[in-house]
């Protein structure tokens, strides 16, 4: 089977901006990959002039939100790394091991690498805070601020226009719909930091079972 992976650009983001950039572009790829019917919900960032669309889907809200919390909770043991998210499509087949029994096997189609680099700040460090915001005007580091900020909404909305020009252009490798009861194929979503290397030999072991993948930068 053929394996597309999506390495998505990496952003530079502060502590209390992570939530609202993760629930960006997963509930992005989630929609843009979802099957049956839907009742799509638009979304307005709190601190970005961005709007995405979610599913409309209880458990996929539930499950990126548990998973975005597992991120935060990562972060911040581990502040000095960069961290990710990956995004995993697969089928799931039942194989018969023996008279008695059958295993789940997981072909993955498809996965999507999103890169944060969080920003660490002291304790006490104003950038730590979401009342760092209010600030004097005419401060220099409230402007410095404002231009990160643009920044990063800029690469945000990079981000989400490279995940439609991916699902745009690779539709070839998605497996046929079986059943359309369902809001999405079968995914995972894991994560690591830059030095989780059994993260990296999970990801060894997936290619080994689904072929080597096409790159997309």
């Not at 990126?64 to 909770?73: G, S, V, Y």
């Not at 490279?162 to 699902?167: E, H, P, R, S, Y």
């Not at 998605?174 to 995972?188: D, K, Q, R």
Request: charged fraction near 30%; charge should be negative.
């Amino acid at each position: 089977m053929n394996c597309e992976v999506c390495q998505l650009k990496e952003l530079d983001v502060e502590h209390f901006e992570i939530r609202e950039v993760l629930r960006c572009i997963l509930h992005t790829i989630m929609f843009h990959r979802a099957l049956g019917l839907l009742r799509p919900k638009d979304v307005d960032l709190e601190l970005f002039d961005i709007t995405y669309t979610q599913c409309g889907d209880v458990e996929v809200e539930k499950k990126i939100e548990e998973k975005i919390t597992l991120f935060i909770d990562r972060v911040e043991k581990h502040p000095n790394r960069k961290n990710q998210i990956c995004l995993s499509f697969c089928e799931v087949k039942n194989k018969q091991a023996s008279w008695f029994t059958t295993k789940v096997e997981r072909f993955y189609w498809e996965h999507w690498y999103i890169n944060l680099n969080v920003a660490h700040h002291p304790k006490g460090h104003p950038g730590k805070s979401h009342l760092s915001k209010v600030v004097d005007p005419g401060e220099s580091a409230s402007e410095e601020r404002s231009a990160r900020r643009t920044v990063l909404e800029s690469s945000l909305r990079e981000v989400m226009f490279q995940i439609i020009k991916f699902v745009n252009e690779k539709k070839d490798h998605i497996p046929a719909i079986s059943n359309l009861e369902c809001v999405t194929f079968p995914y995972e979503i894991t994560i690591s930091s830059s030095s989780d290397s059994a993260f990296g030999m999970d990801v060894i072991r997936r290619m080994l079972q689904t072929g080597h993948p096409t790159m997309l930068s």
